[in-house]
């Protein structure tokens, strides 16, 4: 019995010893799962900068005869993250009343402000988990390789951000896709302005949305790294090879490194 207690307060020690011992090492990052999880950690920041920081407009051109044509006023909506289009009004570039249209009482149509906010926010924590597992790896490279339970919760991690990306980006990719609809050339059937007579509305443009392709692209291209790595990390856990880590910890030794 006191055989045992002693073993206990020395593997105590030891994990005391290895938890207070940071070190770097980078020879897990020449390894896949510290490469790709480099690689999970840029692609992250991509996928919610590209998102969260873009702001646009959508223009259309008003024209009054007997006004001539040339003389044609630019009434404009500016929207952006997080996409509450039903909160973005119409307005002019001056104070004058094009038109006798009361445009600031227009809105976009639309809501797409949750899957905005799920697709930035959970890219967001990806970034910050994936610093938290590099430190571990590069900072506690012998207690992730000694411990049964933390490569088994980084397995876990992985598997549910797999899952989780695919469901955000593919979310996020519909409410793209509605956004181009609700702020092209259909919103002039929008406006009852526009339908008085008298009154000639001309679609002019909308900001160009191609940083918001590229997040599509970043969701799609994180959400294959992180079951791609899925592998790598189940390598590191028990279910890989459980009778020779059980063996190990049974002796009270330390199990070889599985990948790391």
Known sequence: MASNIYLVRQRISRLGQRMSAFQINLNPLKEPIG????????????????????????EILVNCPPLKITENHTVEATFGYPFRLNQASFHTHSDVNVCNGNWSSHFLIGDYSSSAQFYVTFAVFVFLYCIAALLL????????????????????????????WLVSTSAWAK???????????????ELSSCKQPEV??????????????????????NMILWGG????????????????????????GVPPPAGI
């Open 35 to 58: 490469f790709i999880k480099v690689l999970q950690w840029i692609a992250s920041i991509f996928a919610f900068a590209t998102c969260g920081g873009f702001k646009g407009k959508t």
């Open 137 to 164: 790896y590069v900072g506690y490279t012998n207690l992730y390789r000694d411990s049964r339970k933390l490569p088994m919760i980084d397995f876990v991690v992985t598997l549910v951000a797999t899952f989780l």
């Open 175 to 189: 409410a793209l896709t509605d956004i181009k609809i609700a702020t092209g050339h259909n919103i002039l059937q």
């Open 200 to 221: 000639m509305c001309y679609f002019h443009s909308v900001t160009s949305m191609g940083s918001l392709n590229v997040s599509v692209i970043f969701g799609f291209l």
């Open 229 to 252: 790595n899925a592998w790598f990390v189940y390598k590191e856990t028990s279910l890989h090879s459980p009778s020779n880590t059980s063996a190990s910890h049974s002796q009270g």
